[in-house]
């Protein structure tokens, strides 16, 4: 069984300072992570995924995860906050290889971004 | 490319009154379908999901009920809805590794319900 932590509900940047949203993972075989980032009253959107290539993904919107297999870590990172980034953000961890159950999600972490 | 529509895209309903969601894709032949429901202020939650034609597997008890009646086209319903039925419906699709997708999903734009 596979299951995911997002560590933090709410995140609160100024705008231009960096963003970190933590992501921890646990899986019994080598899975496959994603990030989503969803605005309010939207359907999700893909920002990156992981799929056992290069372990330092980038993805749209200048945001980029490293998956760290010795902490099960997926930490979503962005350099600098824009204010399009306030958004709702899911770490999701595949499921068993071949499951049509697919994906399991975390809680979610809600982004503010400060003028 | 791929297109996933669902609809409508708000819904005002009174508790007991019947339901249902739509939800096809476009561009893709034999996709995996998942209804996802997304309460106020939680995460997602997976309803149910097809492989295929007619074959549906539901993964928490509710009133709520889910049928595919064509390759493309997913539905979710109830007879009698209830307040706690209210929430944001998300529709998804898995096209497989053939397509590229190492698992990933893709979301429709979802429904709002209000159960009153």
């Known amino acids: 069984a596979q299951s995911v932590t997002q560590l933090d509900s709410h995140v609160s940047v100024s705008e231009g300072t960096p963003v970190l949203l933590r992501c921890n993972y646990s899986?019994?075989?080598?899975?496959?992570l994603f990030w989503y980032v969803q605005h309010p009253n939207k359907g999700l959107q893909l920002l990156l995924k992981?799929?056992?290539?290069?372990?330092l993904v980038k993805g749209i919107n200048g945001f980029e995860a490293e998956f760290k297999k010795s902490e099960t870590s997926f930490h979503l990172t962005k350099p600098s906050a824009h204010m399009s980034d306030a958004a709702e953000y899911f770490c999701v961890v595949s499921g068993t290889p071949g499951s049509a159950r697919q994906l399991t999600f975390g809680s979610g972490t809600q982004l503010t971004v400060l003028p | 490319s791929q297109t996933i529509h669902q609809w409508p895209a708000t819904l005002v309903q009174p508790v007991g009154s019947p339901l249902s969601l739509e939800c096809t894709v476009e561009g893709t032949s034999n996709p995996n379908l998942y209804w996802y429901r997304q309460a106020a202020g939680r995460g997602l939650q997976l309803l149910f999901y097809s492989v295929g034609i007619g074959q549906i597997s539901s993964e928490v008890p509710q009133n709520l009920s889910a049928s595919r009646p064509q390759d493309r086209q997913f539905i979710l319903s109830s007879k009698k809805l209830l307040l706690s039925d209210s929430g944001f419906y998300l529709c998804a699709w898995w096209g497989g590794a053939r397509a590229g997708a190492y698992y990933e999903q893709y979301f429709g734009p979802g429904t709002r319900l209000t159960v009153t």
């Open positions: 992981y799929t056992s290539a290069a372990t």
């Open positions: 899986s019994s075989y080598s899975p496959s």
